[in-house]
């Protein structure tokens, strides 16, 4: 027998009143806790992967394409550049490093990747089993493709035509995977990755097929065509000259990695600011709720409290047992709504079709310890005025009416 | 062990009422009589520190109740005095046994069961203990009420016309059990009535 038991008999009691706002705070924080986690999740996302890449250099289009498709894998690429254009630019003086891509395949949704090695040191990755690619048609693959196409170490498959799907199989030449890449937690987990040749490979005219391959690789490469090239600058102030000197003198375009994520972060930061206006509505509501409720069962509670009183508790003990009311429904509301915020998120990330942005319910953020204060404040903030009714009930008089 | 001394209150309306002086030896058994609106609650609220009166003083064992600063004198109204209401007043949302428990929660006295238990049996209720007070009927609620003013060992138990909702077979039982119970736990008995019933049981009146 404690205060703790009152409070919730009490609440017990009006179990429907009770039952309706736990849930009103319980979708308040279970909204704000899925946009709290997916936010997070999306910009840790963007942000790692596009961690050391300064510009993206591909084929005239929209420039948030550009990055979509070559560092983040989710969008269509552009187009094609000239591979010569491409190595022309790679070798300028201010280019530290500079990776080239060639897109176009996929292997169950996953996206094959032709480059060079340079694509391992800019991502830093490693390798968990087996080697790297060193010949044609020979892949290391990430590590999630590993585990959910279930590929080991010489299995071989076929690449499809296409960035999704698998109705235009590449059946003349199948890949065979020579190595798996330790889990980096970016994007290199969901590709397959291997030389530029093997990609020009699946895509040559049939009729070329049968001649000789007398041309050196590199000859090979200046016929042909790139998606994009990542690139890092030697020093800062390129960003400047190097993205302008790109779109003005050549026929590629130039897009800044950190630009354009902040412009689709602007983008989805005006639904992710409706939403949470929506949840502080419903908070707010909540909140309102409670207040309406605990008011109004102070008529009838009158009688409780003051025969507490008369059993000897001080005015400030009753003021604390009616805001234990209040802080009990919105605590449980808060708990549930966490629940319901993570369950949500891992169904959502489950049902994902895009497995480069996938997310998951089993993170926490620290702005989750918010939430539980902001419950917390709500149910004290809902409950300090019925609360302080207590000091104005006059005991004599509502025990000597008859009830 | 009670004396109030020159005791008047002023109502709201403007209403003023004297009480004469009264003293009130231990384990003395009282009754308060008088017609309705003669002040008698006025005076048992008086007493129990729940209305401040206008002038006098009410004292108990020595100590003015009113110069006691308010949680004292919460404190020192759950220990010492029971009182039993015209209506039986339990929280609802409690049962029996956690109602006899509340009122040591709210003293601030750890919880004896025992006696609890012996206090339910003694008023003849004990296989009441677990039940809602929405189950009890109303001379078993009374009877709960007692045993509530009677949970942490009152110096005083006052009794504000216990038996007036009740029938007659009731009405002398609860009698019974309030000088009864009064005498077993040492304590000193005030009763407000204007009902006859309850006149035969005990000798002492002091009249408004």
Partial sequence: MDIFKISSQNLCRNKLTTLLNIILVAFGVGILTILFLAANQIGDKLEKNAKDIDLVVGAKGSPLQLIMSTIYHIDFPTG??????????????????????????????????????????????????????????????????????????????????????????????????????????????????????????????????????????????????????????????????????????????AASPAMES?????????????????????????????????????????????????????????????????????????????????????LIGAFQESSQARL???????????????????????????????????????????? | MINITSLAHVYEQGRRIIFPDWEIADMEHWL????????????????????KPSQGQVAIHGTNLYS????????????????????PHLIQSLNVLDNLELAALMAGIPVDSEHNLALLSDLGIADKAQDYPSQLSQGQLQRVSVARALVNKPDLLIADEPTSSLDDRNAAQVTEMLTTQARANGASLVIATHDQRVCKYITKTYLL
Wanted: charge should be positive.
């Fill in chain 2, 32 to 51: 308060l009589l008088g017609a309705s609106g003669s002040g008698k609650s006025t005076l048992l609220n008086i007493i129990s520190g729940l209305l």
């Fill in chain 1, 360 to 403: 998951s319910g089993m993170v926490f953020v620290p702005q989750e310890l918010y939430l539980i204060a902001t419950g917390f404040f709500t149910g004290a903030l809902a409950s300090v005025i019925p609360a302080l009714k207590i000091y104005k009930v006059d005991i004599a008089e509502t025990l000597t009416k008859a009830r």
């Fill in chain 1, 80 to 253: 094609n550049i000239p591979a010569a254009d491409a190595y022309r630019l790679m070798k300028n003086p201010m280019v530290k490093r500079a990776v080239p891509l060639a897109l176009g395949d996929n292997y169950n949704g996953y996206r094959i990747v032709g480059t060079d090695t340079t694509f391992t040191g800019l991502y830093g990755v490693s390798l968990q089993k087996g080697s790297f690619w060193k010949k044609d048609l020979e892949v290391t693959i990430g590590s999630t493709v590993a585990l959910t196409a279930k590929l080991h170490i010489g299995d071989s498959f076929y690449g499809a035509h296409g960035l999704t799907g698998s109705s235009d199989i590449h059946k003349k030449h199948a890949y065979v995977v020579k190595g798996i890449l330790k889990p980096q937690g970016n994007i290199t987990d969901n590709l397959i990755l291997t030389n530029i040749g093997s990609v020009y490979k699946m895509h040559e005219a049939p009729e070329l097929e049968h001649e000789p391959h007398s041309a050196t690789e590199a000859k090979e490469i200046n016929n042909k065509q790139i998606t994009a090239i990542l690139i890092q600058y030697r020093s800062p102030m390129s960003v400047i000259v190097f993205p302008r000197m790109v779109n003005q003198s050549t026929n590629m375009q």
């Fill in chain 2, 68 to 87: 006691l600063p308010a949680r004292r004198m919460d404190q020192f109204r759950g220990k010492n005095i029971g009182i039993v209401f015209q209506r």
């Fill in chain 1, 262 to 346: 902040a412009r689709l972060f602007s983008l989805i930061g005006v639904g992710v600011d409706t939403l949470k206006w929506f949840a502080a509505l419903i908070m707010g509501i909540a909140a309102l709720s409670i207040f309406i409720s605990l008011y109004n069962a102070m008529k009838e509670r009158k009688y409780d409290l003051a025969v507490m009183r008369c059993l000897g508790a001080s005015k400030f003990r009753l003021f604390l047992l009616v805001l234990l009311d209040g802080l009990l429904v919105t605590t449980i509301g808060t708990c549930l709504g966490l629940l319901i915020g993570h369950t949500a998120l891992e």
